[in-house]
């Protein structure tokens, strides 16, 4: 709220109270980029003030002013879809590799890797969607194992897309 107000921050503007942060101060190599790219975590920096080191006393104000924002920013992380990955006999498949494509702009996603527990997500936006599953490389005796795609879409205001695939082995392209 109070980047918004130009009488609070005399010394940037921010349309909208709103700025991108590498355009206010650029920081390369940071956690940010490591989380993104090298884990299924996404990490972001909330600028709630133009201060970048308010007073004590001035804490409980900007937690009073932008709370809710903060609070219904969290609860997006209940948009997208969610699922665990088995292999064909039932078992969860750690490191298996998500590929997420929307079917209207084409758009192809950063691939996401199944947990030690076959676990995977990925906050999408609402839109029409394909997604599988499948595990680099071949195996020994040339097989590989992948889903087929699969078909889904997501609505505004819908609940988190629960979604369990299956791998199958099929032979190695040659």
């Given at each position: 709220m109070s980047m918004k107000n130009q009488s609070h921050c005399t010394r940037w503007f921010f349309k909208d109270g709103i700025t991108n942060g590498a355009e206010w101060y650029p920081l390369v190599g940071g956690m940010q980029d490591f989380n993104y790219l090298f884990s299924n975590g996404m990490e972001i920096t909330l600028e709630v003030s133009c201060c970048k080191y308010p007073k004590s006393y001035f804490v409980n104000n900007l937690w009073d002013q932008?709370?809710?924002?903060?609070?219904?920013?969290?609860?997006?992380?209940?948009?997208?879809v969610k699922?665990?990955?088995?292999?064909?006999?039932?078992?969860?498949v750690q490191n298996a590799k998500i590929m997420v494509e929307n079917l209207v702009t084409g758009n192809k996603y950063k691939t996401v890797v199944?947990?030690?527990?076959?676990?995977?997500?990925?906050?999408?936006?609402?839109?029409?969607?394909?997604?599988?599953?499948e595990v680099?490389?071949?195996l020994k005796g040339g097989t590989y194992k992948s889903s087929s795609w699969q078909k889904f879409e997501l609505r505004e205001?819908?609940?988190?897309?629960?979604?369990?695939?299956?791998?199958?082995?099929?032979?190695?392209?040659?």
């Open positions: 932008n709370y809710e924002s903060m609070i219904k920013y969290l609860e997006q992380v209940h948009q997208g699922g665990l990955v088995f292999d064909s006999s039932g078992f969860p199944t947990s030690e527990f076959g676990e995977y997500w990925k906050l999408l936006l609402p839109g029409t969607y394909r997604m599988k599953a680099p490389g071949c205001n819908a609940p988190l897309l629960e979604f369990d695939m299956t791998l199958e082995e099929s032979a190695c392209p040659r």
